[in-house]
């Protein structure tokens, strides 16, 4: 009987520090808003962030690609280059604090908008690089097809050669969108308060980081689970397709 009082003890009062814990960290002074509200920055500037970098990734990879075939557009690739070169050399989280410190640093403006614009710059010479490996891998057999059906360059390249090359890259350019998502938890460094800076913040109040870190972790892991989930459902139908 003693060890089992000692047993049901011991479950007691974890259970007893566990909702203590849970109460100081997330529901005294409605602490648990800090997430909830970062959450939606964060799921806010990766959003309009993939939107950016797809439309700078395709403008850059067309680019990038014209040129390889056909050796036009040289100072474009140049400056193409060059913008590959030091996005992809470069930390984003230097990326972020230049643009808010250095480039907007003398006007007053909206967090998000600095990080979205961070981010989706960023991401940007990721996905062209990307795009422009699936346009590269498309059988040159395709643009002539497309110029014998009275099609110019451009509209081959639209019409015919992007979509399919579109379709070849959906897998990889799904996983460039999960690294980003996670990438956005460096914007805590211009003091956006998103996910993880909220979680940054409880700890900051309540000098517990085990709740709120390891919250803000599993979040985060819930979230790329699920788009992993819709990736895979997706490359599966991708190969259905195929047949």
């Keep these: ?31 648990w808003k800090y997430l909830v509200n970062g959450l939606g920055v964060t799921l806010r500037v990766t ?6 970098g797809v439309a700078i990734g395709f403008v850059v990879a067309i680019i990038r690609s014209t ?14 280059n060059v913008y590959l070169t030091v996005i992809r050399g470069t930390p984003v989280v ?11 640093g003398s006007v007053r403006i909206d967090k998000v908008f600095v990080a979205v614009i961070a981010f989706g710059i960023n991401s940007g010479a990721y996905v062209a690089e990307i795009v422009r490996s699936g346009i590269m891998s ?13 099609f110019n360059y451009i509209q081959t390249m639209f019409y015919i050669i992007v979509p399919q090359a579109f379709k070849n890259v ?14 956005t938890s460096v914007a805590g460094y211009i003091a956006l308060e998103d996910l993880t800076k909220g979680g940054d913040i409880i700890r900051s109040q309540t000098y517990s980081a085990f709740f709120p870190l390891l919250t803000v972790a599993l979040i985060y892991l ?19 397709n195929e047949r």
């Design 94 to 104: 230097v990326q972020l604090l230049i643009i808010y410190f250095i480039i907007f």
């Design 170 to 183: 959906l897998p990889a350019l799904g996983n460039e969108f999960i690294v980003l998502l996670k990438e």
């Design 47 to 52: 959003l309009f962030a993939v939107l950016i």
């Design 1 to 31: 009987m003693d060890f089992l009082t000692k047993v049901y003890e011991f479950f007691i009062s974890i259970v007893t520090n566990f909702s203590d814990a849970f109460y100081l960290n997330f529901i005294k002074d409605n602490r």
């Design 67 to 80: 040129h390889d075939k056909t050796g036009k557009l040289k100072i474009l690739n140049f400056l193409a």
């Design 222 to 240: 819930a979230i790329v689970m699920f788009l992993s989930f819709l990736l895979k459902k997706l490359e599966r139908r991708l190969r259905n």
């Design 138 to 150: 498309i059988d040159p057999g395709q643009m002539e097809a497309g110029r014998s059906l009275g």
